[in-house]
């Protein structure tokens, strides 16, 4: 009972038995009863063939008495032996239940008894018998049709009783199974169809997100029990997905929070990355954004000397005093909202610390206080980029710095080099002949060997005069101008004036292929040059080319003038002497020539140094075509 309570398959399979089993019982008891009741046809027949027997014996004692004769002895003899066949035959005997107090059994009994010490004896002596022996024969037949009568009835009735209680079976196995039929269709109903529309119901709002339907079965058999589990899952399923909607709220404004400080970290690159050497005012305005939307502070940055290894603090958030390096002293953007100090004062917030560091060299620290149990991840890899883009500017800013150091240091080297080459040495010839008229005095000389020293030294004064002007009209186009192209155009300018006559300038550099230093020695090449052409070339038209290409500059200038007096052996005066100089120190290959259209022509070829990591160099035939074939 138990198990049909807690099992509803048990209930339907008990039904199904059950409904089974009572078939079976039906089908089984009506071919019993069927079988039972083959015989009682056969009884009925007998018993009734047994009274007509009777009736035949009763008129073959009236036709013997009225005309005796051996044909009605012999049927009356046939007639009684086919009564006792009959009446002691197996069909009786078989069909009639042997239970002795049974009421056909004794009736058959009673029968055969009659018959046997009554009747047959009686029938047997017919010629002997009297009319009062005739009437006495009649009333025993009578009497004997009656009791074969009440055997008649009796197997009748019997007959009848057994087809009663098949119906009755039939009937009470219809009923049970109709009741068993609609017990089990109640069953599945209430217990199987209701629950499934149910749970139907409840898969179709769980499918939908609502999770506050709950299951109203009762009882423990296994939709209950899906019932109960499917409530218990709505319930999990509640609490996973609100928990769930909260992380996902929380992951949302964290994200928004990243999204935020990520636009600020890019809006302050600029600046960061474009503020020189003040970090507080390109880096400050920055943290703090960042420290209003992640929750945390102070922040503080220290970097590391890069001479004595000693750690600088250069910025701090919040802070009572000034930093130690703080490079504006007007400054106050540390010296705001010292709150976050306290928490610090206080131990309610912890420190993290970050490296600033550019490969395996470190650049500084970064210190990050937050409030405790508060730093996430998302917040932890905003600050290691935080320090990624800090040493990124910072080194940048160092290496822009050691690039202005060496900026500097070539521009006076280079100065140096360009007085040393030029004006140191016609003050040094200056200076001897300066010597030599102080021997020549107090030896005493003639005057006219004084003057000949004071031409030379009034001439070297004026080219140490024409080279100082030239130097700094040199070094102040280089400064004023934003390179090369921009110094060449103030330099033709300048000559097309001062020789009244058309410069012109044909330039095809890539920006930024020469360095400072190149540009110096080109620039003055082409001055000295175009001073030549305007002092001794009597010309009517000058032309520069500067151009780049299978990775050499080409530098020409040109003009129609009269020429070299020899063309195989320019003149080796003072400005020929630095333009080959000049020319050697780019390593280049230097020509000096008369034009076959008339005129001088200066021819200058080098490898530029930021073209020099090209692999495949031109040949001379390549670099003829490019640069141009003919001398000047």
Known sequence: MKLLQRSLVARIIASLLAISGMALISVTLTMAMSNSSRGDAAAINVAGSLRMTVYQMMWALQRLEYAPD???????????????????????????????????????????????????????TPSSATALDLDTLET??????????????????????????????????????????????????????VPLRQLMVLACEAAQRNFKQRSQLRGSDELALLGHTFNRMSAELATSYAALEDKISRKKQELE????????????????????????????PMLRELENLLDIGPIRLSLNDPFDQREMPVLETHSRTRPEYCRDQECHACLIDPRPLEMVSNNQSQCLLLPISVGDTLLGTLEVWYHQERLNDSTRRLLTMLAD??????????????????????????????????????????????????????????????????????????????????????????LEGPGLQFALRQTIEEFSQRMEITVELDYDVPPYLLNPNEEIHVLQIIREALANTHKHAQAHWAGVTVRFADARVLVRIEDDG??????????????????????????????????????????????????????????????????????S
Not at 169 to 193: E, G, P, T, W
């Open 257 to 284: 929070r990243s999204n935020q400080a990520l636009r600020v970290m890019h809006d302050a690159s600029r600046s960061l990355y474009g503020g020189g050497n003040d970090l507080c005012s390109s880096a400050a």
């Open 70 to 124: 051996e044909a009605s002895e012999e049927q009356l003899a046939s007639l009684v032996a086919s009564f006792d066949q009959r009446l002691n035959g197996t069909t009786l005997q078989l069909t009639i239940p042997a239970d002795d107090s049974h009421e056909s059994r004794t009736q058959l009994e009673k029968l055969q008894t009659y018959w046997q010490h009554t009747l047959r004896p009686a029938l047997e």
């Open 140 to 193: 025993m037949i009578v009497a004997m049709v009656n009791d074969i009568e009440v055997l008649v009835t009796n197997l009748e009735q019997r007959s009848e009783s057994k087809v009663r209680l098949l119906g009755m079976m039939q009937v009470l196995f219809l009923v049970l199974i109709a009741i068993v039929v609609a017990i089990a269709l109640y069953d599945v109903r209430y217990n199987l169809v």
């Open 389 to 478: 883009q800090l040493a990124t500017a910072v080194y940048l800013q160092r290496r822009i710095e050691e690039q202005q150091h060496v900026t500097l240091i070539n521009e006076r080297t280079i100065i140096a080099r360009e007085l040393h080459d030029s004006l140191a040495q016609s003050l040094s010839y200056l200076k001897m002949q300066v010597a030599r008229l102080e021997r020549m005095q107090q030896k005493e000389a003639s005057r006219e060997m004084q003057s000949a020293v004071f031409d030379e030294l009034r001439t070297g004064l004026n080219s140490a005069y024409r080279q100082l002007r030239e130097l700094l009209t040199t070094f102040r186009l280089k």
């Open 562 to 631: 009269i020429g070299l007096e020899d063309d195989s052996s320019p003149p080796m005066h003072y400005g020929l002497v630095i333009i080959r100089d000049r020319a050697t120190t780019l390593n280049g290959e230097l020509s000096i020539a008369n034009r076959p259209t008339g005129g001088t022509g200066v021819k200058l070829v080098f490898t530029p140094l930021t073209a020099r990591l090209i692999q495949q160099q031109p040949d001379s035939a390549a670099s003829d075509s490019h640069l141009g074939t003919g001398t």
